[in-house]
């Protein structure tokens, strides 16, 4: 029997994008990768995915297939993202520059995403609010980052205690964006002071110690992402998702990666790379 590949990502690893089908891309990264390894594909992924979710979904996958030898591949998002209960439309991003959504759903999403800046920033500057009550900023972003953080750390220990090949890359820069559940803007010298915060947390260190890394070995090497990395393949400098080529880089690197860590140590490049 074919090993099967559980893939969890947000919409860079989800086929049904409505941008890849504008564009004419028929085949992302996850089918690539599972054509090239001859393996059975289960993707999880959904777009505006945060980790919690990614991380839940790729776990419901392993549980009802432990009767299949399995093997996972995660393209993790941001920690800013939240999907309550795993809505299918309930993606929050809190971005700074999301695209105008759809009526009825789109404004509302929006409205309740600013109800939800209210409620963090009250926790940070609400000077009324009991003192156990309140936090830093720093305390704040923190704990933001922890539950990602956790996540991540979290399948790497399920399925390594249970001998699941697990790799991991990111979509997004984990980190990045925190900052704007403050504060609606751009602010690069307080995104440093995000990163500097969050090296101290148990999981972020954790994570660090991780052997199983696509691309750069730091997890929060700054413009490691896949959305740093693959720029010039854009489908579009407006849709900032990968074209075919941008596909088959990212699947070339997990692929590599695999063959490194868990089959004979690759020689060549994958064919599709030139196709």
Not at 12 to 33: L, T
Not at 143 to 158: C, Q, T
Not at 208 to 234: A, R, T, W
Request: aromatic share 12%; with cysteine; net charge negative.
């Amino acid at each position: 029997m074919r090993k099967l590949l559980i893939v969890g990502g947000c919409s860079w690893s989800n086929p049904n994008e409505e941008c890849y089908h504008v564009a004419g891309i028929d085949k992302i990264w996850p089918e690539m990768v599972a054509e090239f390894l001859d393996m059975d594909l289960i993707n999880v992924s959904e777009g505006g995915a945060g980790n919690d979710y990614i991380y839940g979904q790729t776990l419901d996958a392993i549980e009802e297939n432990k009767n299949r030898d399995i093997v996972v591949m995660a393209l993790w998002s941001q920690a800013i993202r939240m999907v309550p209960f795993d809505l299918p439309i309930g993606q929050f991003t809190f971005g700074v520059h999301t695209p105008m959504l759809v009526p009825p759903i789109g404004p509302l999403k929006e409205d309740i995403q600013e109800r939800f800046r209210d409620l963090f920033w009250l926790h940070v500057y609400d000077q009324d609010a009991p003192m156990h009550l309140q936090l830093t900023k720093e305390e704040f972003w923190t704990k933001i980052a922890n539950v990602s953080l956790r996540n991540i750390y979290m399948l790497d220990h399920y399925c390594k205690t249970r001998d699941i090949p697990i790799l991991h890359h990111r979509a997004l820069h984990t980190l990045a964006g925190i900052e704007w559940l403050l504060k609606k803007q751009i602010n690069f010298q307080l995104r440093k002071q995000v990163f500097d915060a969050c090296q101290n947390n148990q999981y972020y260190q954790k994570i660090q110690k991780f052997k199983n890394i696509v691309g750069h070995p730091n997890f929060f090497e700054p413009g490691s992402s896949c959305f740093d990395l693959y720029e010039k393949y854009y489908i579009t400098p407006q849709e900032k998702h990968p074209n075919t080529q941008g596909h088959m880089l990212i699947a070339n690197s997990f692929v590599n990666k695999y063959i490194e860590l868990y089959e004979e140590r690759s020689t060549s490049e994958p064919s599709f790379v030139y196709e």
